[in-house]
């Protein structure tokens, strides 16, 4: 197992770009598809914890659950927007990074530098053509 762990959804493209980073620092990362196989209650608290965010940071906002539910209302206790992102896993937003040297909802994906343990190994431009890191494993932005 991998001393880093990335909560992905292949479908998002910056969690695609998050996951290629972690990759080009050397590192195969453990890799939970989070919509198949979601946090336990436990996890998602430890994980929000660990981030030090407000739990209402976490949600997505531009999904269905998200309206259905009136969650933009501020009646909700933080016990129960958890509560519907175990219910609707697509409500957790994504990539969540968690490494040696911390824990981090990583968008825009190079915030994930902030927190690998190794460099880079080489130029990295993001799935839209943005250069991210040059040729020596230095970060660009």
Do not use: W
């Amino acid at each position: 197992m991998s001393a880093i762990t990335i909560y992905h959804n292949p479908e998002c493209g910056t969690s695609r770009n998050t996951l290629e980073l972690i990759r080009n620092s050397g590192v195969e990362p453990t890799v939970i598809h989070y919509l198949e196989t979601p946090p336990s209650r436990d996890e998602l608290v430890a994980l929000i914890a660990a981030m030090g965010m407000p739990v209402r940071e976490l949600l997505r906002k531009n999904v269905p659950p998200y309206e259905a539910l009136a969650l933009a209302e501020a009646r909700f206790s933080d016990d129960e927007l958890i509560d519907a992102m175990l219910a609707h896993p697509i409500l957790i937003n994504r990539p969540i990074v968690v490494t040696p040297l911390g824990t981090r909802l990583c968008r825009p994906s190079e915030r994930v530098l902030d927190i690998l343990p190794d460099q880079q190994k080489g130029a990295f431009a993001k799935e839209d053509g943005e250069q991210v890191v040059d040729e020596h494993g230095k970060r660009l932005r």
